[in-house]
């Protein structure tokens, strides 16, 4: 099973950038990386997906290594309304479609 | 386009009571998915469907039943509802399969807030 790892908090203030790792070490050949903003009181929303170098939306990048076993979640120019909890997600390999979610990072953007 | 639409959106509910979450989308999506999430915790997987006429056991299902109706809906029962199961429920749906858009795309629901005295 592709398990992920992320920080459990991270702080930052106001026109920061916030780069967030998630370790995925088991990722299996075919599969892409997806990541998740959830505000309180709400369901989570994806945000962005990718399977290699960098992708780059208008929410955020994200940046993968050539071995795919991390990859980062960059947030350029954070606001107050960034604050949010993030989690990364990858495909669970040989166990299909049960999708699990690790305990994510909580992104506290400070004024 | 509502996307995941979750009934109820609270319901309180005594200990042994039992009841009835409702989930439908409208993306033509094959896979969904049952989440709860207890305050400040992750999300953790329930009960989920690949594709219609599928479904199976997630993380922690012990206490719950499912039922793929068809392929917009996928209910989440809880027989003989235990203080423990207070929480927040979460329907997501994805394409499934591999690839961009694939299985790990899930839109997610606004979630159903149990409360089980």
């Known amino acids: 099973l592709a398990k992920t790892t992320q920080p459990i908090s991270m702080d930052s203030y106001e026109g920061q950038e916030v780069n967030i790792t998630c370790s995925h070490n088991?990722?299996?050949?075919?599969?892409?990386i997806t990541w998740y903003q959830q505000f309180p009181s709400q369901g989570p929303r994806f945000i962005i997906q990718?399977?290699?170098t960098k992708v780059t939306n208008e929410v955020a990048s994200l940046f993968i290594p050539a071995d795919r076993k991390s990859s980062t979640l960059s947030l350029p120019r954070v606001s107050l309304s960034d604050t949010a909890v993030y989690y990364c997600?990858?495909?669970?390999?040989?166990?299909?479609?049960?999708?699990?979610f690790g305990g994510g990072t909580r992104v506290l953007v400070k004024p | 386009n509502a996307g995941v639409t979750q009934t109820p959106k609270f319901q309180v509910l005594k200990t042994g009571q039992s009841m009835t979450l409702q989930c439908a989308q409208d993306?033509?999506?094959?896979?969904m998915y049952w989440y709860r999430q207890d305050p400040g915790m992750g999300l953790r997987l329930i009960y989920y469907?690949?594709?219609?006429?599928?479904?199976d056991k997630g993380e922690v299902p012990n206490g719950y039943n499912v039922s793929r109706l068809n392929k917009r809906e996928f209910s989440l029962r809880l027989e003989s509802a235990a203080p423990s199961q207070t929480s927040v429920y979460f329907c997501?749906?994805?394409?499934?399969?591999?690839?961009?858009?694939?299985?790990?795309?899930?839109?997610f629901g606004a979630g159903s807030r149990l409360t089980v005295l």
């Open positions: 088991n990722i299996a050949t075919n599969d892409y």
């Open positions: 469907s690949a594709s219609e006429g599928t479904t």
């Open positions: 993306m033509n999506h094959n896979s």
């Open positions: 997600l990858v495909p669970p390999g040989s166990a299909g479609n049960k999708l699990t």
């Open positions: 990718g399977y290699k």
């Open positions: 997501a749906s994805s394409e499934g399969g591999q690839g961009p858009s694939g299985a790990n795309v899930l839109t």
